[in-house]
């Protein structure tokens, strides 16, 4: 073997290594890159599903909401109905202390009538 050869087998032998290594690095990359795309898959897998719990939550909410509203309603409702018969109440008792002021007037009267008559 001379120097040349030497050195035309040494280069062919580099080549094959720079060949094997730039194989095994687009290999390796190609990998990597599938792995990332099963990555980003189940990345977008678990946003997706995690937007589907939040629009279920803000459907809840929502509901939740209108619930609220209806009692807040229901509760002013009640407390005019309150109101309004608070008032007759007073009303009545109004009347009442009348008609028991007008009985004892009466029942003066008839007393003093029959003290007249006996």
Avoid: P, W
Wanted: aromatic share 6%; glycine share 2%; with cysteine.
């Amino acid at each position: 073997m001379t120097t040349d050869t030497t050195l035309s087998l040494a280069l062919i032998i580099a080549l094959i290594g720079a060949i094997a290594t730039v194989y095994n690095f687009f290999q390796s990359y190609k990998k990597s890159v599938q792995a990332d795309d099963g990555k980003m898959d189940e990345l977008k897998n678990e946003i997706n599903s995690l937007k589907e719990v939040v629009m279920k939550s803000t459907v809840k909410q929502d509901v939740s909401c209108e619930q609220l509203t209806q009692i807040q309603v229901d509760i002013k409702t009640i407390a005019n109905r309150q109101n309004e018969t608070d008032k007759e109440l007073a009303i009545v008792k109004r009347d009442v202390n009348t008609c028991f002021t007008r009985y004892d007037d009466i029942h003066d009267r008839v007393k003093m009538l029959e003290s007249k008559v006996d």
